[in-house]
């Protein structure tokens, strides 16, 4: 059974910082994506960035020069570093692990990001 757990969300004020990691455990294929997504307030989920097992990197626009990805050493981590916060950002972030062979696809449970001052 895979689990992905996130944490880091809170309140920030508008510019500030933040540092999402999420957690996977159980057992799978090494060959994967891990990513974030977000749903702001009223909206459907969007990507926010991803990357594989090689460590190539994905961004949406919106957030790209502002927020960075990346994989722990064990690659069943990934962390998100949020910079130049706007209200916009403001959403539950959802962690994802995306298995290449099979293509089945795992959810965290989010955790939510509010941007305001």
């Known amino acids: 059974q895979v689990q992905l757990v996130e944490s880091g969300g809170g309140l920030v004020q508008p510019g500030g910082s933040l540092r999402l990691s999420c957690a996977a455990s159980g057992s799978f294929f090494s060959n994967n994506i891990m990513g974030w997504y977000r749903q702001p307030p009223g909206k459907e989920r969007e990507l926010v960035a991803t990357?594989?097992?090689?460590?190539?990197?994905n961004y949406a626009g919106p957030v790209k020069d502002r927020f960075t990805i990346s994989r722990g050493n064990a690659k069943n981590t990934v962390y998100l570093e949020m910079n130049s916060l706007k209200s916009e950002d403001t959403a539950v972030y959802y962690c994802?692990?995306?298995?290449?062979?099979?293509?089945?696809?795992?959810w965290g449970k989010g955790t939510l990001v509010t941007v305001s001052s």
């Open positions: 990357i594989s097992n090689y460590g190539v990197t």
């Open positions: 994802n692990l995306l298995i290449i062979v099979g293509g089945r696809n795992y």
